[in-house]
């Protein structure tokens, strides 16, 4: 069983599923000869062909255009934006065609297709290439949209989502695609959609996080245990829909909640996060639900980046205010 990364999970799912499923093709700006920006379709073309592993020109509307004429015609189509600041010339075929063409047909079609791409901050990028944009792909009905934070979950995660029969948007956190190495079974098993996954069990406080803040948020964990301290953990992994369930039975156990995201807080899901919580748990709440986030600007340039994104420090600071509440 090898140890892979992240990105090496991504690859492996890949290729797992057009091994196994010839309706699957791969496309994209620069998959197929030079494997991706970040290497995660690198060996692809070589191994199944530059009829399934297609380079495009840079023109995200025709790729999503693709992606629904090919879905809609019994294809499973896995298409690439380079940075997640790409995807929004791809907001119309999205969100007016593939998210509503089971509703559309009354159930006579459906729309297979996964839209992945690099996202998140904290690789000194420049503008437009380091996006926490997670909230903007959860708001709209019919589109599912999946975030994985170790090497396992990127390829569980990424085989659930090519098996789906609506669209996914998979969004894959570049600050954490070498992070960590995991050891990675190529046994073809996926992993659930629409669930919570409890990474670290605890009785004062609950962390909800995704993504690369995973990171921080394990590290928060730690730290606070130096104090007596014991962080339940929960990686959300799919932010729409919320499996809200996880999330409010721990809230049971432990009472307090912080909630943390590398996005903006305005508007963000951990606010979606919150209401449901102050919905469906607030009686079990012992304290005020805080968030850990980014700021309501725009990412800044890689000398003040690590400054907006949400720290290890910033994450213990608020997990002790709801510790003060009694």
């Known amino acids: 069983m090898a140890e892979i990364t992240l990105v090496e999970g991504v690859t492996l799912a890949l290729a797992h599923e057009m091994e196994a499923d010839p309706t699957v093709v791969v496309f994209g700006e620069d998959v197929g000869v030079n494997g991706g920006v970040f290497r995660a379709t690198a060996g692809l073309q070589q191994k199944f062909g530059d009829d399934r592993v297609l380079d495009t020109p840079l023109a995200e509307v025709m790729i999503a255009?693709?992606?629904?004429g090919m879905a809609a015609q019994g294809m499973k189509p896995v298409a690439e934006a380079q940075f997640e600041g790409f995807m929004y010339p791809m907001v119309d075929h999205i969100v007016n065609h593939a998210a509503r063409l089971r509703h559309r047909t009354r159930g006579r079609m459906n729309c297979p297709v996964v839209f992945r791409a690099p996202w998140g901050g904290g690789i000194?990028?420049?503008e437009h290439h380091s996006d926490s944009n997670e909230a903007t792909w959860a708001h709209f009905p019919g589109v599912r949209t999946v975030i994985p934070s170790s090497p396992s979950r990127a390829y569980?995660?990424?085989?659930?989502a090519i098996r789906d029969p609506d669209p996914v948007v998979f969004l894959e956190p570049k600050?954490?695609?070498?992070?960590?190495?995991e050891e990675v079974e190529d046994n073809g098993e996926e992993l659930p959609l629409d669930v919570c996954f409890v990474l670290r069990d605890g009785t004062d406080v609950t962390l909800v996080t995704w993504g690369a803040m995973v990171k921080e948020t394990m590290e928060a964990a730690v730290e606070l245990e130096k104090n007596g301290v014991s962080a339940e953990v929960i990686d959300v992994a799919t932010v729409a829909p919320i499996d809200m369930e996880t999330i409010v039975e721990s809230v049971e156990k432990t009472g307090r909640c912080?909630?943390?995201h590398e996005a903006p807080k305005h508007c963000g899901v951990g606010g979606e996060i919150a209401a449901g919580l102050a919905d469906k748990g607030i009686w079990h709440l012992k304290a005020p639900i805080k968030r850990v986030t980014g700021y309501d600007t725009v990412m800044p340039l890689y000398r003040s980046e690590m400054n907006y994104m949400p720290s290890t420090e910033r994450i213990v600071h608020a997990a002790n205010e709801t510790l003060e509440f009694e």
Do not use: D, K, T
């Open 65 to 68: 255009g693709m992606c629904v």
């Open 124 to 126: 000194h990028a420049p």
């Open 156 to 160: 569980g995660l990424l085989l659930a």
């Open 175 to 181: 600050r954490i695609y070498r992070w960590q190495r």
């Open 258 to 260: 912080v909630i943390v």
